[in-house]
């Protein structure tokens, strides 16, 4: 064989090893990689098998939970049946006693008697005997033997006697215990009926409380809005050319642009006095139709204030009306009311409201409440526009320059005041004041 051939052999054998170490090998990591996996599922699995019996066991505790409540709730049912039939016991034991009661006494009564025969009885025996030992002798041991059996159903008696007394006291003390049972019932049902009249009340007054808070909060409010007060000097403003007319100051409303006004004190009457309506010359006789409603006029003059601030002062707020009129002959006289309110546009400017009145000129604004100052006319305003009504007085009418009879509405005047007759004014002022 030749040398090559030789080494080719000896090659072929180390080939065939490698192979197999190959194979040994790669067999062997296999079974690693197999064994990395059980591994891991093994402890998987013990795991979750750890969870389960986890599971079980806290399962176990509720089951057990839920018997011991089930128990405690069956022993409650129990004491609440033995409860309910103890009281049914009770009671029939009560309806029993008050049964035989009655029967008891009679029974008593009748056995009473019959030893009460039995005693006369042998009382009559007794006597019978005594005349018989009269006439014959050797009875005497029969007498104190009758005599020992008339002592002991004396005493007999007496003891019947006393139980049956003490019957009827015990008796009676079970009538009064369930007597004051029924009274104590009785008194607790009519408390817990005055406990629920008085939460009732208290709820109610609550409400009441509540309401009233509310509006006091309401009213606080709406007066903190307002700025008229005649002794508030917080705030000073100047008016160019109004040196005639030193007590002149700005009023605010809420929504509603700021004007001027004419404050003035009257020595009957106070201070704080705000002009709303001046007539002196009826220089404002032929502006007042259109501007019944702005107002119109000077306020060192003839002035008319205005149906619609009217409106929305004394609406929101409480104020008081004082008219002083004074006539040609210089004579004055005034009145007063305590309510002033002048309704709003949807009201025609209506006199809602005057109060009580008070004063010496007579009280002829009165007939004027609920009279309207803009009348429907369809287009535009006619005469009677100046005024609320025209029965008892008009302040807005047309000036006279002199005292005259007036033989129509239209003037200056009030009621019959000045000898009983309509005649004109030689001047008037409306003033109003806010009541604290």
Known sequence: ???????????????????????????????????TSAQGLRKSKEKNERKISDLER?????????KAEKEKVNLLECCIKDK???IKTLQMSIDLVNQTKDLSIQKMQSQIGVLQVALDLSKSSTSMKDN??????????????????????????????????????????????????????????????????????????????QEKDDKLVEMEKKLAAYTLDAEDTTESHVFLNSSKVPSMKLVTLP??????????????????????????????????IKKLINGCGDLGGEFWLGLEKLYRMTTNRRFELYIHLVDFDNGTAFARYDNFVVGGPKDNYKLMSLGEYSGNAGDALRSHINE?????????????????GKDDCNLNGKYCGSKVQLDTWDGIWW????????CSLKSCKMLIRPIP
């Open 1 to 35: 064989m030749k040398p090559d051939s030789m080494n080719n052999l000896s090659k072929e054998p180390c080939s065939g090893n490698s192979s197999t170490e190959n194979n040994s090998h790669s067999s062997d990591s296999d079974m690693e990689f197999v064994g």
């Open 58 to 66: 806290k399962l176990a505790e509720v089951e057990i939970h839920f």
């Open 84 to 86: 309910d039939n103890f």
């Open 132 to 209: 018989d030992n009269k006439e014959i002798s050797g009875s005497v041991d029969s007498n104190y033997q009758h005599k020992k059996k008339n002592n002991e159903l004396n005493s007999d008696i007496g003891k019947l006697k006393e139980k049956s007394g003490e019957l009827v006291e015990w008796i009676d003390k079970t009538q009064k215990y369930e007597n004051n049972l029924r009274e104590k019932e009785e008194q607790i049902a009519r408390l817990e009926f005055k406990i629920d009249e008085s939460k009732l009340k208290i709820m109610k007054l609550e409400g009441v409380v």
């Open 255 to 288: 929504d509603f642009e700021p004007f001027a006004a004419v404050f003035e004190d009257i020595p009957s009457a106070g201070a704080g006095w705000m002009i709303i309506q001046r007539r002196v010359d009826g220089s404002f006789d032929a502006d007042i």
């Open 372 to 388: 309207r100052s803009i009348h429907d006319h369809t287009f535009g305003f006619t005469p009677s526009t100046k005024w609320w």
């Open 415 to 422: 009621g019959r005041w000045n000898l009983g007759n309509r």
